[in-house]
Nanobody
């Protein structure tokens, strides 16, 4: 199974930008749909964005649409989340996740994802 490791978290001010990266190892990353989720303190894990195997389909949560951009580079086995205009409510631990998928398939459901990274903390101060 693919192994996932996130990086790029940190502490920023409201309005700043930050880019998270997810590095995959093991089977070809191009076989997997992937996504970013986040968990804020005291809250359930929530969907942020998802991308299909070759990036032709992307979906976002309403709370981040227009501010966050998800992308992937299968030649480098990486996925990124560019976060712009960050808000204090974006503070959370961000996780990348993946599941073996068919072409064009994506999912917003936590339970659909079988492989998870360990998470990276993002803190946004006002």
């Amino acid at each position: 199974q693919v192994q996932l490791v996130e990086s790029g978290g940190g502490t920023v001010q409201a309005g700043d930008s930050l880019t998270l990266r997810c590095a995959a190892s093991g089977p070809p990353f191009s076989q997997y749909a992937a996504a970013w989720f986040r968990r804020a303190p005291g809250k359930e894990r929530e969907f942020v964005g998802t991308i299909s195997r070759v990036g032709t389909v992307r979906q976002y949560a309403d709370s981040v649409k227009g501010r966050f951009i998800i992308s992937r580079d299968n030649s480098q086995n990486t996925m990124s989340l560019q976060m712009n205009s960050l808000k204090p409510e974006d503070t959370a631990v961000y996780y990348c996740a993946a599941y073996f998928a068919v072409t064009g398939e994506v999912s917003r459901a936590v339970d659909r994802y079988r492989q998870w990274g360990q998470g990276t903390q993002v803190a946004v101060s006002s």
